[in-house]
């Protein structure tokens, strides 16, 4: 069973569209964090989300956080080739030491 | 800059090897982490670590070890390799759990073929 699942698996889309990214789940989490990784690369940290309601923005990315902070969702504005990569959410901790990832979502943004 | 490092970023191994998978953080954080990353199944977490010498086991232990003597310094241990063991393994480090913040920070991963 999946704790946070992320919706669409996949997204192929022409440069300039947007898109929603979405993380969801049943439980409560103290913060919730998103990630962004290439291919044979760690995932790099891209916000930090704590507070429910809270939206924060990076650039082009707005992230914002649900009021029950169970959930979170990723807008990318006007997208770029350079957005291309693996989206993770990272949801913790739950009971002391569990932290769970999504399942993640892939994106290809096409010149 | 949180800078978290592994010792090999390749790795090819042969099936009953000891494998030992080295990761290294200089950020003073107190947690450290080792995942294991596999097309359709996600980042799955094996063993966290949240002191030296403290550990605690993830969701897939199994088949895997771990050691923490110094603070920077979380090592992953193969017993004995097996080929279902092929996979991306990536470390990271984070603050203690006290503040509510919990940012995970990466190395840039270990690819381990063991054949």
């Known amino acids: 069973t999946q704790l946070l699942e992320q919706s669409p698996q996949f997204l192929s889309i022409q440069e300039g569209e947007n898109l929603t990214v979405y993380c969801n789940s049943s439980s409560v989490f103290s913060s919730l964090q998103w990630y962004r990784q290439e291919p044979g690369e760690g995932p790099v940290l891209l916000v930090t989300?704590?507070?429910?309601?809270e939206v924060k923005k990076l650039k082009r990315l707005t992230f914002q956080f649900g009021d029950a902070r169970k959930d979170s969702s990723l807008h990318i504005t006007a997208a770029q080739p350079g957005d291309t990569g693996l989206y993770l959410c990272?949801?913790?901790?739950?009971?002391?030491?569990?932290?769970?990832f999504g399942s993640g979502t892939k994106l290809n943004v096409k010149p | 800059d949180v800078k978290v490092t592994q010792s090999s970023r390749y790795l090819v191994k042969r099936t009953g090897e000891k494998v030992f998978l080295e990761c290294v953080q200089d950020?003073?954080?107190?947690?450290m982490f080792w995942y294991r990353q596999d097309p359709g199944l996600g980042l799955r977490l094996i063993y966290f670590s949240y002191d030296v010498k403290m550990k605690e086991k993830g969701d897939i232990p199994e088949g895997y070890s771990v050691s923490r003597e110094k603070k920077e310094r979380f090592s992953l241990i193969l017993e004995s390799a097996s080929t279902n063991q092929t996979s991306m393994y990536l470390c990271?480090?984070?603050?203690?759990?006290?503040?509510?913040?919990?940012?995970?920070?990466f190395g840039p991963g270990t690819r381990l073929t063991v054949t």
């Open positions: 989300v704590v507070t429910g309601g």
């Open positions: 990272l949801g913790g901790p739950y009971n002391f030491n569990k932290f769970y």
């Open positions: 950020m003073d954080h107190e947690n």
């Open positions: 990271a480090s984070s603050r203690g759990l006290a503040g509510g913040r919990y940012e995970q920070y």
